[in-house]
């Protein structure tokens, strides 16, 4: 685990500064609040936050694992491959490997997401349809951050497999020596 002290973070109320205090009147249901309307979705329904990546790279990469040694998982995880592969046919999928591959200590595939409609869509679905393998959800965000990404400002579905974390701290060395 990486230690969350080791990176800033900007205000989350950041942009909504010097504003009236919320109020405290609460829904029919007694538990929720009733926020203020203003007409205006979040810009965060139709485009990932800044700093997530929008090039070619995709704003999230969804690591789909098996435990290569287990039959059973290979079988589940291949068939889930082809069912994401049909039935969002939109989203980029790599190939299925049968090894561990880069800091994946056990095998898996890949998918990018690209939109938060994409978001919204796969990982719910996902949730459901995992099975029994582990999901390593992470955010693309700038060059150079790949082992926060990774780590830090990563989610999981499922049990947290370990990543070999050397390759980041191996890119970084290479990247402040050239």
Request: charged content about 25%; overall charge negative.
């Amino acid at each position: 685990m990486t230690d969350q002290f080791a990176y800033s973070y900007a205000s989350p109320l950041e942009g909504y500064e010097n504003l009236e205090p919320l109020s405290e009147e609460r829904n029919e249901d007694g538990k929720s609040f009733k926020n203020p309307q203003h007409g205006i979705l979040s810009k965060a329904y139709s485009e990932f936050p800044d700093p997530l990546a929008k090039d070619r790279r995709g704003g999230f990469d969804i690591h789909i694992y098996h435990f290569q040694n287990n039959p059973d998982q290979v079988v589940f995880a291949k068939a889930l491959w082809e069912r994401i592969r049909r039935e969002f046919p939109e989203l980029r999928i790599y190939t299925f490997f049968d090894r561990p591959v880069g800091p994946h200590p056990v095998a898996m595939f890949e998918v990018n997401l690209f939109s938060p409609a994409q978001f919204g869509a796969f990982i719910p679905w996902l949730v459901v349809h995992r099975g029994p393998l582990s999901v390593l959800i992470h955010p693309n965000t700038l060059d150079g951050e790949e082992e926060r990404n990774h780590t830090q400002q990563a989610t999981w579905l499922g049990e947290r497999i370990p990543l070999d974390l050397r390759l980041f701290k191996l890119m970084k060395q290479k990247q402040n020596q050239g």
